[in-house]
Every structure is written in C-alpha cells, then in structure tokens.
C-alpha cells in the first residue's frame, strides 16, 4: 500500500467526510429519479469545484493545486464508494489532456475554467461497441472536425470535449456541428454516441505521438480509483449483512464456508489496492506508466467483477431488488470494466508493451 504525505491524508479525510454525509448513496437514487440528462447534481459538483478537486492536477499557475493523480485517486476513491455521480472523472482525465499537450494559449484558456468547475469536458474516443483506439475514422479537414464517437461519458454535462481523430487530439467546444444522442446504460448515468459534423476544432499539437495513449493510461487509473471505491464499500456493506443477517438459527457471518469466501476477497481487494495505487504513484513519478496504468485497470476489472458478483450472492435475491444499494455498485460496475478498455484489452495491450 501507498505511504500518505499528511496532505494525501487531509484531502482523503475531507473527500470521505463529504461524500458519506452529503453525497451518499440515496443522492444518486435522487439524481437517478430526476432523470436529468447530465445525469447529475450540478450543485454538488460545483461545491466539488469550491474545495479544488476539480483542480487536484491542474498547475497552481492555472488555478489548479497541483497535488498530482494520488491525490486525485484518493477523491475519486471516496466518491466511488458513495456512487456519487459526477463529472469529475472525465474532467480531470480532459485536463491532463491539455496539460500533456496543450499550447500555452490552449493551457491559460481552458486549466482554470476546468480546474474552478466552470467547465466540464470529457474524452471521446471510441467509435465502435468496443475500446480501440487503433479503429479511429475522425478526421479533420481546414479546422473542422467530423466523424461518430460511441458511449462517451458524462456527454451531456460537457462543454468541452477532447476528441481523438486520425491525425491527433483537438478540443472540440460543445455548439454547432456537435450532436448528442443517449445511449441508456444500466447504471443511469450520463452517455452518449455523438455525432461531429464540421465543428470547429482546436489541435492538441503537443505531447508527441503518444499522447493519445498517455491520456487514455491517465484515464485508465483515474476510473481504476473509483473502481476500488467501489469495491471496498460492496465488501463492507456485505461484511457487515452477513453479520447481521441470520439464517437457520445462526448468524451468517459463522458459517466457515462463507468465512473463507470473504477472506478470498479481501486478498484480491489488497491485490487490487495495490495495484492501482502503484497505478497512480507511476503517473506522478513519470516512470512505467503505460505498464503500470495497464495492470491497474486489469486489476481493477477483475477484481470489481468478483467481488460485485459475490456481494449479490452473498446478499441473496434481495440483493438485486431496488430497495438495496449493493446492486447499483454491480451495475456501475459493468459500465465501467468496459470503460478505456475490457480484461481481454488490457492483457493483451500488456503482452504487447512487454515485447518492445
């Protein structure tokens, strides 16, 4: 596990304060019932914004803090356990686009309305039902971008989308020539396929050849973080029923069988821990991080699938009905192993990174 600096301790501190007495569970139920296309309270997010977290990894020159993707992980790992929906996610990852490789121009422009929470922006990339970045059709011809992009998260609530096409990245303002049409996923938040036909588009001309596969590491452990939220608080929710719930005149929790099934997950929770901290330390550090963010998002699916799939079981029928929290965590779940890449991706992109 990651050793905390007293500052990564304060932020995680606040960050789960917040979101376990303002942000829990029952506020996504709201947001869910309202059925507002963004999909989420902008209220809530722009108190986010008021206490910097909008801000964790944009330069204090731009308004930001600058207290690096640890510190951000740990947010984001709070409100994962409360399923607090939010754009901050697909905000940070926009971000660090425009950091790696923003102009000057494009950094003093966009950072501080990202980092306050004026804006809100997201990454468009994928075209198809699946994540390939390498089957990208987008082009760009005097300017002007055209071309679909699939599942794109937090879409409504965005200003700003950071668009990948042949030829690069280009920040693409939301207006004319930009498309939205919904896509409802089983976890009830923002998505959508859009459709780009001459808008106005502004080169991310920086960060050389990689910076498509920089971002996406970036955003691979960022959503990796709120996959261990996620999977800490399914863990603890069923700890804590099997120690409640009695069944044949016994308290679950006795039974040895299911003893070891939760010591199974516990291991693979630390596993998965370590993972995506090491995740988040590699992208601070600059070193390993393609391998690093690869085997965090790896770890993070697999480790979130089982202990989902557990936690329903372990629930029992009751698990799946509406009146019970832990199957919003397995339907958040799905959405999101597929996110910026599937197991079945990511170990195969991992085989490829060992062979250069």
Do not use: C
Request: no cysteine.
């Amino acid at each position: 596990m990651a050793v905390l600096n007293e500052e990564h301790e304060m932020l995680r501190d606040m960050a789960r304060e917040w979101a376990t007495n303002e942000s829990p569970v029952s506020s996504f139920r709201k947001v869910r019932a309202a059925g507002e296309p963004q999909a989420y309270d902008t209220a809530a997010y722009a108190t986010m914004a008021e206490m910097g977290w909008a801000g964790v990894i944009v330069p204090e020159e731009h308004g930001g803090s600058d207290f690096g993707f640890m510190s951000a992980g740990l947010v984001i790992e709070e409100l994962g356990k409360t399923l607090t929906a939010s754009p901050l996610v697909a905000t940070t990852v926009a971000a660090s686009a425009i950091i790696l490789g923003g102009s000057d121009e494009q950094k003093a422009k966009w950072l501080p309305r990202l980092a306050s929470g004026e804006t809100v922006a997201t990454l468009a990339v994928d075209e198809g039902a699946h994540h390939d970045p390498s089957v990208i059709e987008t082009s760009v011809s005097d300017g002007n971008l055209s071309g679909k992009k699939a599942f794109v998260h937090e879409a409504h609530g965005a200003d700003l989308f950071v668009v990948a096409a042949k030829d690069g990245l280009y920040l693409v303002e939301k207006g004319d020539g930009v498309t939205l049409t919904t896509r409802k996923l089983t976890d009830q938040r923002s998505h959508a396929d859009i459709a780009f036909d001459g808008a106005a588009a502004d080169k991310l001309a920086g960060g050389g050849e990689s910076l498509l596969d920089d971002v996406l590491d970036r955003a691979r452990v960022l959503t990796a973080a709120e996959m261990l939220g996620m999977a800490q608080q399914v863990f603890d929710t069923t700890l804590d029923y099997l120690k409640q719930r009695v069944q044949f005149n016994q308290v679950l929790a006795t039974f040895q069988a299911l003893q070891h099934r939760m010591a199974d997950l516990f291991a693979d929770l630390a596993q998965m821990r370590s993972a995506v901290e090491a995740g988040l330390q590699a992208v601070d550090g600059g070193f390993g991080v393609a391998r690093a963010a690869t085997i965090a998002k790896a770890e993070a699916n697999r480790v979130l699938h089982t202990i989902s799939n557990q936690g329903i079981q372990l629930h029992g029928g009751i698990g799946m009905t509406d009146e019970y929290d832990v199957g919003f965590y397995l339907k958040r779940a799905r959405v999101l192993e597929a996110a910026w890449g599937s197991s079945s991706y990511l170990k195969d992109r991992f085989a490829k990174l060992g062979s250069y």
